[in-house]
């Protein structure tokens, strides 16, 4: 069982009071790196969410001021690195990344928090000058209404960080739904936001079933936003589910990214950043590498570089000291992962680097892999792996990577690795990805705004444009 100073109460968290679900039911959460029960959650339903949805509509009564709502986001993120450690070996724990990796991405969390309170007087009302009418214009950025904010298991912090911020920077009261598998971490996360003294009902807390949360968030009027990170297949549920009521929806789904590497690239710093990429979470991040597309006379060079490093990677339990890589979230990803290895390998491709996955006693642990010889065809190129294995394929043209890199129904990610920066202009220009990482490995940043085109979602988190996703635009005309 796990034992945490900031997991006092391990509840949810309603119109400001620690909750249980009404039925007493529990859910238990499991540490995938031992197969060990780390605590059991309430297992709330609909009659909760309708609870949390109601005491987040009576806030509104009292609306923030700008100064005011500034302060709680600095104290968040104040909060995020005076914990850092602490917030860090829980979300290891529960999701199994290496601490040092679980720490980074409590401070990338409080990026979020900061730059919302860095820019938050954008959402300060502007005036307009017209013509020819001469009256005297002005546009607000009211707060949408309630917001409910469902994330998953790959990064418990960093997700509610990239949409808790925007909604309170906006005023908006929200519903948080974090994922059956990390729920720990969003309540030591609650743990530290009850210390600011928040207004009740400002942030909510339910978890549970996620079926009968997401409907009451999806049917209820005064919900006006739901922003949602997670599967295209339940992002798409989502839309159905709201079209009847016309709810702003926001939705950050998979990806499948292809890493192209053209002859002329630096192959070492290429590798390196494949590496920092694709091994992240243990391959289970929704930017990272799905397909690497190297140009046919640079394979065997650039191939040998990234295996030589990834013989390096150390597989284990994330708290142990130099472990680089977790396992698996459950037995589920284990087997979808060992699917697509073998499938390649049954059509043709040959293992470079890694072996055959020992069965899952306790933790999922899956062996660093690369394989050449892939092909388009191939499921571990068209489905998102999710998992630590670099597939290697082989590109002949410019002008037909670019059209095999878009070949996919997502446009989350891509990378590209060229020194022509004339090249780099023209291949980045037609990829029909929301986040293109030049010479770089890179994933997302609180100071850009990011999200998917195509069926990898829409709307933007980060930057300006993240500032104003819960905002709804009203323009006064004074006579
Ligand atoms: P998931 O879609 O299974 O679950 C995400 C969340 O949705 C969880 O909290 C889950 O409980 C909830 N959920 C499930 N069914 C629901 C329903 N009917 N109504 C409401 N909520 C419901 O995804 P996952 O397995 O937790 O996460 C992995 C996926 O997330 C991958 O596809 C990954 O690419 C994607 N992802 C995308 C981004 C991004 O920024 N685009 C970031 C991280 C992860």
Redesign the pocket.
């Known amino acids: 069982m796990i034992d945490s100073p900031l997991l006092k109460h391990v509840q949810g968290y309603i119109n400001g009071r620690w909750v249980g679900a009404q039925s007493g039911q529990t859910l238990a959460v499991i540490n995938p790196a031992t197969g060990e029960t780390l605590s059991p959650v309430p297992l709330m339903g609909q009659a909760e969410t309708r609870h949390a949805v109601e005491a987040a509509q009576a806030s509104r009564i009292q609306p923030a001021s700008i100064e005011q709502r500034k302060q709680w986001l600095n104290q968040i993120a104040d909060l995020h690195i005076e914990h850092q450690k602490e917030l860090g070996r829980i979300i290891t724990l529960e999701n199994g990344k290496p601490w040092k990796e679980a720490q980074a991405e409590a401070a990338y969390a409080a990026g979020f928090y900061r730059y919302c309170a860095a820019h938050i007087e954008k959402l300060k009302p502007r005036r307009l000058q017209e013509q020819p009418k001469n009256h005297t214009w002005t546009v607000h950025h009211r707060p949408a209404g309630v917001v409910g904010l469902?994330?998953?298991?790959?990064?418990p912090l960093a997700?509610i960080a990239k949409k808790l911020s925007a909604a309170l920077a906006a005023d908006c009261p929200s519903v948080i739904?974090?994922?059956?598998k990390t729920p720990l971490s969003m309540i030591a996360l609650f743990s530290l936001i009850d210390q600011i003294g928040l207004p009740a009902g400002k942030v909510n807390l339910v978890m549970g079933h996620?079926?009968q949360?997401?409907q009451v968030l999806c049917e209820h009027p005064a919900v006006r936003v739901i922003s949602?990170?997670?599967?295209?297949?339940?992002g798409k549920?989502?839309i159905a589910a709201t079209a009847p009521h016309i709810k702003k929806l926001s939705l950050?789904?998979?990806?499948n990214a292809p890493f192209i590497v053209f002859d002329d690239a630096d192959f070492d710093h290429a590798a390196d950043h494949l590496i920092q990429n694709k091994f992240r979470g243990a391959g289970q991040?929704?930017v990272c590498t799905n397909r690497v597309y190297v140009q046919q006379s640079a394979a065997e060079a650039f191939t040998k570089k990234v295996v030589s490093r990834v013989k390096t990677l150390k597989v284990g339990n994330g708290m142990e000291e130099g472990v680089g890589i977790g396992p698996l979230i459950d037995r589920g990803a284990f087997d979808k992962v060992k699917g697509y290895v073998d499938g390649a390998l049954s059509r043709g491709a040959t293992r470079v680097a890694g072996q055959a996955p020992a069965a899952p006693q306790g933790g999922c642990f899956f062996p660093p892999t690369v394989l050449r010889g892939v092909t388009d065809e191939m499921p571990c190129t068209r489905e998102?792996i999710?998992g630590p294995v670099v597939p290697i394929i082989e590109f002949d043209e410019e002008k037909d990577i670019i059209q095999r890199a878009n070949a996919t129904e997502y446009g989350?990610a891509a990378y590209v690795f060229t020194a022509d920066l004339k090249r780099a202009d023209r291949v980045v220009g037609m990829l029909q990805f929301g986040h293109v990482g030049l010479n770089t490995g890179t994933g997302p940043t609180p100071e850009a705004p990011?999200g998917?085109m195509k069926q990898?979602?829409f709307g933007r988190e980060g930057g300006h444009e993240g500032l104003f996703e819960f905002t709804e635009s009203q323009t006064i005309a004074y006579g």
């Open positions: 469902i994330t998953p298991w790959n990064f997700m739904k974090p994922a059956e996620a079926d949360i997401g949602f990170t997670g599967s295209t297949r339940v549920l989502l950050e789904l998979g990806g991040t929704c998102e999710f989350l990011f998917g990898s979602g």
